[in-house]
C-alpha cells in the first residue's frame, strides 16, 4: 500500500507539473493573439487617420476653392472699375483679401493633409507590420525555449522518481538478502556475494539517484529562472519592439498637422484685425468730402455773379435818398419781419432735423446683431418673441424718416429764402440807416450818449450795445431778471403777476441777438452735454465751456 | 456809335450772365447725375455684400456638413468599441471632438451669413433708396429756387438798362429841346412848357432808374447770396441726408460678422490646445503596462514551479559531496565559461539593440514634416531635389531596422540562455564551494585576511571587494592607470610598451563588475549627456551627476 500511495502521490505530482504547464502553454497562445490583436487596433489607426486626412484634405480643398471663386467674383467686378477711396470700398476689399487668405490657408491645409501628412503614416503602417510580424516570430522562439525548458524539467523530474523507484527496489532486495543471512546465521558464500552485489547496486543506484537528484533542481532552477525572465523582461521587449516608432510617428503628424493649423490661424487673426481696421475706419463725412473732391468740376461753386451797371452809373450801393426814402424804409421792415418769423421757423425746423437724425440713427442701431452673435444661448423661442418687436421698431423708424424728410426740406428751404432775405435785408438796412443818418445828425449831438447810439436793443448785437450804452448789463435784461427774482419765487402768493410776459420779454432779447449768448460754435458740444446722464458731470462741463 | 457801342457792352453783359446761368444749369444737371451714380453705387455694393454673405452662408453650411459627417463616420465606429485608455485612441478623439466643434462653429458662421446678417443689409438698401430719392426730389426743388433766383437777377438787369435807355432818351430830348431854346434865344412860351415836361420825364425816369438799380442790386446780392448757400451748405446736407445709416449700417454688419469669427476662432483655440496636450501625453511605455494591465490574465506570470521531492528525501540542495564532487566542479567549469561568454555577447547585442533601436527613432523622425509645414518658401524644385534623399533614407532606415531585429532576437534569445546558466551555475557555485570549504577551512585560517577573503576582483562587486579586502583602490585599477601614466603619454618614446594590453585589463576589469561603476539608472542620462554638442556644458553636467 506505501508504495501505491506513493506512487498516487507521484503521479499527482505529475499531473501537477503538466496542469500548469497546460496553464502556461494557454497563456502563450493568448499572448500571440494579443499581439495579433495589437497589430490589428493599430493598423485599423492608421487606416482611419489615413481616411480621416485624406476626406479632410479633400473637404478643405473643396472649401478653399468655393472661398476662391467667392472672392474671385466679386474681384472681377471691382478690377473693371477703378480703384476707390471710399471708406465703404475699403471694407468691402478688407473683406475680400481676408477670404482669399483662407482660401489659400485652406488650400494649403488641404494639400498637407491629402499629401504630406499621410505620407509618414503609410510609412509607419508599413513598419509597424514588419516589426509585429518580427516580434511575434521572436516571442515564439521564446515561446519554444521556455517550453522546452519545462519540458526538460518534467524528464528531469521523471528520471528523479524513477531512479528512487529503482533505489527502493534494490534497496529491498538488499534487506531481503540481509533478511535470509539472519535467518541462516551462517552466511553462506554465495548469500554473502549476493548481499555484496546487492550492496554495490545500492550504492550505484544511491549515486545515480543524487545526480538526478542534482539535475533536477538545476533543471527546475532554470525553468523557474526562464519563466520569470519572459515574464517579467522579454514580454515588455517583444511588445515594446512592435510598438517601435508607432507613438513617434503619430505624435509627429499630428504635430505637423496642428503647426499648420496654427499658421492659419494667425493669417486669419491678422486677416480680420485688417478688416476691423477697415471697419474703424468707416466715416461718412470723409467719404461725402471725397466724392466733392471726385466730382470737383461738378461741386465746385461757380464765380460771383459781377455787378454790370452801365458806363455812366457811378453808384453802386441801394440808395434810399430823397423820394425812395420812405418806400425803402417799408419795404425794410417788412423784410426784417418776414426774415425773422423765416429764421425762427428754419431754426425750429433745425432742431427738429437733428433730432430726427439721431433718432433715426439710433433706431438703425438697434437691431438685433448684437445678441444675434453672441448667440447660443438665445434659443429660437426668444427670437420668436423678438419678431413682433422687430416689425414694430421698423413701423416707427418708418415714421422717424418721414418726419426727418418733411424737417429737413423745411430746412433747407427755409434756410435758402432765409439766405435771400438776409442778403436783402443787409443791404437794405445799410441803405436806411444812411437815408436816416443826417436827419438825426442834430437830435444826435443833443442827447446822452447812453441813450442814443446806434446799437439795436433787440436783434442787435450785445457786446456792441454794451460798449456804446456803457451799461455793464442791458437794462432790459437786469430789471426782467430783478422782476422775475421778487415774484417768481412764491407759488402760494395770492397776486397773480403776470411773469410769462417777463420772462417772454427777456426770451425774446436772447433769442433775438445777432450773435447768439452762446456762440455757435460750441451749440453742438452744448447739445451734446445736454445729453449727458450725470448731473455732476454736465455742470461740470457746461462751466468748462462757459468760462 | 456811342449807342452802339454800349448795345454790344449790354448784349455782352446779357451773354454774360446768360453764359453764366447755363454753366450753372449744367452743374445742377450733373449733380442730379452724381447722386443717381451714388445710389448705383451703394445699391451694388450692398447687393454684391448680399450675395457675398449668401454665399458664404452656403459654403459654410456645406464645409460644416462635410466635417459633420467626416466627424461621425469615425465616432460611430469607436462607439461600438468600449472606450479606451490608449494615449493614441485619446489624440484621435480630440482629433474628432475638435473636428465637430469647427463643424458646429462653421455651421453658425453659416447661418449668420445667410440669415441674421443679411437682414440689416436688405433693411439698408431699402431705406438707403428711399432716402436717395427724397434727397434728388429736394435737391430738384432746391435747384429750381436756385435757378428762380436767377431768373429774377436776370430780369432786374434787364429792367436796370432798359430805364437806362430810356433815360439817355428822354434826356437827349431835353438836351435837344433847351438847344432849340438857344438858337432862338426867346424862349416861345410852347417851348418851355415842352422843356418843363421833358425836365419831368427825365426826373420821373431818373427815379425810375435809382428805383431799378436797387432792385437789380438787391437781386444781385439775393442771387450770390442764394448760390454760397446752396453749394456751401445744401449739397452737403443733401449728401448726408442721402448717405444716412449707410456707414453704420455696413459698420454692424460687418462687426457681428467678426464678432461670430472672433467666438469661432476661441473655439478653435481651444480645440487645437487639448489636442496639442493629447499629443504631448502620447507615452509608449504607460500604453504597454496599461496593454498588460488589461490582459492581466495573459501575462501575469504563472505560480513557481515548486520543489516536488520524494517523501523520503530530506536534501533539497544540489550536493557536490563524495563521487559527484569531481563531476560537478567539472560542468560548474563549464557552465561558468559558456556563461561568461555568453554573458559578454548578450550585453554587446544589448548595446547594439539599444543604439539599433535609437538610429531607428531617430530615422522615423527625420522625414521632412517640419520643413514641409513651414513652407511656402520651399519651392517645388526644392522637393524633387529632397526625394532621392527621402527614398536613400528610407533604405538605410530599412537596413537599421533589419539590424535591430536581428540583435534584439540574440539579445532576447541569448538573454534567455543566460538566465537559464546562470540559475545553474548559481546552484552549482554554492554546491561546489559547500564541497571545497571542508578542504580549503585549514589553509584559510593561516591566510591573511587582505588576500583570502571570499570576494571576486573580476566579475564581482568592487564595493564589497573595497571592504573585505582593506585595498582603498584594488591594486589591479591602481597598478594598471600607474603604468599607463608611466609609459602611455609619449608616442616619440622608442621602446614600445604594451599599453593596449594594460588598458585592455583595466577595461575587462570594469567591465566585468557585478554593478557597473556608473550605476544603471543615470547610463541613459550619461548617454543623452555625451550627445551634448557643447564640451563646457557636457563636462559641467558629467561632474554633477558623477559627485
Known amino acids: 500500500m506505501t508504495s501505491h500511495a506513493r506512487l498516487r502521490k507521484e503521479r499527482v505530482g505529475v499531473v501537477d507539473y503538466d496542469?500548469?504547464?497546460?496553464?502556461?502553454?494557454?497563456?502563450?497562445?493568448?499572448?500571440?493573439?494579443?499581439?495579433?490583436?495589437?497589430?490589428?487596433?493599430?493598423?485599423?489607426?492608421?487606416q482611419d487617420m489615413t481616411d480621416y486626412l485624406r476626406r479632410r484634405g479633400e473637404i478643405e480643398s473643396e472649401y478653399s476653392r468655393s472661398l476662391e471663386k467667392l472672392a474671385e467674383r466679386f474681384t472681377l467686378r471691382i478690377k473693371r472699375k477703378e480703384p476707390s477711396t471710399h471708406s465703404v470700398s475699403q471694407v468691402w476689399l478688407a473683406l475680400l483679401a481676408q477670404t482669399r487668405q483662407e482660401s489659400r490657408d485652406?488650400?494649403?491645409l488641404g494639400e498637407s493633409c491629402s499629401n504630406i501628412l499621410i505620407q509618414p503614416i503609410m510609412y509607419c503602417l508599413d513598419y509597424t507590420q514588419r516589426l509585429a510580424k518580427k516580434s511575434k516570430d521572436l516571442c515564439t522562439q521564446l515561446q519554444d525555449g521556455l517550453l522546452k525548458v519545462t519540458t526538460e524539467l518534467q524528464t528531469a523530474?521523471?528520471?528523479?522518481?524513477?531512479?528512487?523507484?529503482?533505489f527502493v527496489s534494490a534497496e529491498g532486495k538488499l534487506r531481503e538478502a540481509e533478511k535470509q543471512e539472519e535467518k541462516q546465521k551462517q552466511s553462506a558464500k554465495k548469500l554473502e556475494r549476493l548481499i555484496e552485489k546487492r550492496q554495490l547496486k545500492v550504492q550505484e543506484i544511491q549515486l545515480k539517484c543524487g545526480k538526478a537528484r542534482n539535475d533536477y533542481l538545476l533543471n527546475l532552477s532554470a525553468a523557474n529562472s526562464s519563466m520569470n525572465k519572459y515574464y517579467l523582461h522579454d514580454i515588455t521587449n517583444l511588445i515594446d519592439?512592435?510598438?517601435?516608432?508607432?507613438h513617434l510617428s503619430l505624435g509627429r503628424v499630428i504635430k505637423a498637422y496642428l503647426a499648420r493649423r496654427s499658421w492659419a490661424q494667425q493669417n486669419l487673426n491678422t486677416g480680420l484685425q485688417q478688416l476691423q481696421e477697415a471697419v474703424d475706419d468707416l466715416d461718412?463725412?470723409?467719404?461725402?468730402?471725397?466724392?466733392?473732391?471726385?466730382?470737383?468740376?461738378?461741386?465746385?461753386?461757380?464765380?460771383?455773379?459781377?455787378?454790370?451797371?452801365?458806363?455812366?452809373?457811378?453808384?453802386?450801393?441801394?440808395?434810399?435818398?430823397?423820394?425812395?426814402?420812405?418806400?425803402?424804409?417799408?419795404?425794410?421792415?417788412?423784410?426784417?419781419?418776414?426774415?425773422?418769423?423765416?429764421t425762427e421757423e428754419t431754426e425750429e425746423a433745425g432742431k427738429s432735423m437733428s433730432a430726427a437724425k439721431s433718432s433715426l440713427l439710433a433706431g438703425i442701431g438697434d437691431d438685433d446683431l448684437e445678441s444675434s452673435t453672441g448667440l447660443s444661448q438665445a434659443g429660437s423661442t426668444e427670437n420668436l418673441t423678438m419678431k413682433p418687436s422687430v416689425a414694430r421698431r421698423r413701423a416707427n423708424l418708418l415714421e422717424v424718416e418721414n418726419l426727418y424728410l418733411v424737417?429737413?426740406?423745411?430746412?433747407?428751404?427755409g434756410g435758402s429764402l432765409v439766405s435771400k432775405l438776409q442778403a436783402k435785408?443787409?443791404?437794405?438796412?445799410?441803405?436806411?440807416?444812411?437815408?436816416?443818418?443826417?436827419?438825426?445828425?442834430?437830435?444826435?449831438n443833443q442827447s446822452s450818449a447812453n441813450f442814443f447810439h446806434n446799437q439795436k436793443l433787440f436783434s442787435g448785437d450785445m457786446l456792441s450795445f454794451i460798449k456804446a450804452s456803457g451799461q455793464q448789463i442791458p437794462y432790459v435784461v437786469e430789471s426782467c431778471i430783478r422782476f422775475i427774482n421778487l415774484y417768481g419765487e412764491d407759488p402760494l402768493s395770492e397776486q397773480r403777476y403776470d411773469l410769462d410776459s417777463v420772462a417772454g420779454?427777456?426770451?425774446?432779447?436772447?433769442?433775438?441777438?445777432e450773435n447768439p449768448l452762446f456762440p455757435i460754435e460750441s451749440t453742438s458740444q452744448l447739445l451734446q452735454c445736454s445729453r449727458k446722464r450725470f448731473y455732476k458731470r454736465k455742470h461740470l462741463t457746461w462751466l468748462r465751456m462757459i468760462s
Request: aromatic share 8%.
Open 284 to 342: 461718412q463725412s470723409r467719404d461725402r468730402d471725397n466724392l466733392l473732391q471726385d466730382h470737383y468740376n461738378t461741386f465746385s461753386m461757380p464765380v460771383r455773379f459781377p455787378y454790370q451797371p452801365h458806363e455812366e452809373d457811378q453808384i453802386s450801393e441801394v440808395s434810399a435818398e430823397c423820394e425812395m426814402r420812405c418806400e425803402m424804409e417799408t419795404r425794410f421792415k417788412q423784410i426784417q419781419a418776414r426774415l425773422k418769423t423765416m
Open 407 to 413: 424737417v429737413i426740406k423745411e430746412y433747407l428751404v
Open 241 to 246: 519592439c512592435a510598438d517601435l516608432g508607432y
Open 425 to 444: 435785408h443787409d443791404l437794405l438796412k445799410v441803405a436806411v440807416e444812411k437815408g436816416s443818418t443826417s436827419s438825426l445828425r442834430i437830435r444826435k
Open 157 to 166: 523530474w521523471r528520471t528523479y522518481h524513477q531512479y528512487h523507484s529503482e
Open 505 to 513: 420779454v427777456l426770451k425774446l432779447y436772447f433769442r433775438c441777438l
Open 19 to 46: 496542469t500548469q504547464i497546460k496553464e502556461v502553454r494557454c497563456q502563450l497562445v493568448d499572448q500571440l493573439k494579443v499581439l495579433d490583436l495589437q497589430l490589428e487596433q493599430k493598423t485599423q489607426q492608421l
Open 106 to 108: 485652406h488650400s494649403g
